[in-house]
């Protein structure tokens, strides 16, 4: 080095050997890149394979339920099937999206102060991103449609028709296939500190025909893995099948009012044979009540000197 006017000036030799140790750094520089570059490809490769064997392993057994309750009814196949394909899709996104983050924690963690690349936009990236959510949503919405479509549906003759009737605040059921041929039709209320019992028969389609005179409610039976609103001024209906016997709870899904959590009931659901006895015993005590409060009616409006 040689000093002009206070500066220091280099030397030709200094310069060449500046040169040389820049592009010996350079050289190492690129092999190190490269290096990074080849390991970022093997554990993109991991990843892939991982992901890979997760969805193999996924399809390969049985699907679980994924913490959703076994139903009673006909539709149960239906609605379980829409429930792990959405749960599917779910955990398919969340493991590429954390196989994303911990990527790009583990391949572009800070090694030295050097400033990596700068990336303005990826528009691969962009279009993948925006194409496959809408690929998603889509997908989910044609089979929700689909499966809503064959829930609500109400085949012709039901083996049997029940009005249910939601008040403020307890049930009432309506056997509307009684009460014909002069008989007197069942109901079944529910009183304070006793909730309506409403008995069906198991392996018949069954339709329900909901009203209410007030405000709204919902009749619930979770094993049904179905619930629909009791509206005032509006019929709504719907239809099933029962195919397990056995005693389920009933709830008003709806808030409804002060007593809301007290309007529970019970569906207790028998063998087709014995439903119809049960049927033919209530509508005899049924008939005979009537019979005896007409009797008793008739006699108490008796006028004196009528002779009778």
Known sequence: M?????????LPADVEEATASDAAWAGSTNRARGADRYRSRRRGLGLAAGFA?????????DVPNFGFPDGVTDQTPRILNLWQGSSIAA???????????????IVFRKRSDELPRQVRYNLPV????TVVPLVIVAGLFYYTARDEIEVNKLPSDPDVTINVIG???????RYLDTGQNGTVPIEVTGKPGEPAVLVLPQGRTIRFVETSPDVIHSFWVPEFLFKRDVVPGRVNQFQLTITKTGTFVGRCAELCGVDHDRMNFSVKVIPGDEY???IAER???ATVTAAGASTQTSAGTNTPGSGQ
Request: hydrophobic share 50%; glycine share 8%; charged share 15%.
């Open 2 to 10: 040689t000093r002009s006017f206070g500066r220091s000036r280099p």
């Open 53 to 61: 064997l997760l969805v193999i392993t996924v399809t390969g057994c």
């Open 91 to 105: 955990l398919a996104v969340g493991v590429f999206t954390w196989g994303l983050i911990f990527y790009a924690i």
């Open 126 to 129: 962009e279009i993948l991103y």
């Open 167 to 173: 008040f403020r605040w307890n049930w009432q059921f």
């Open 276 to 278: 119809d006895r049960f």
């Open 283 to 285: 509508t005899r005590s």
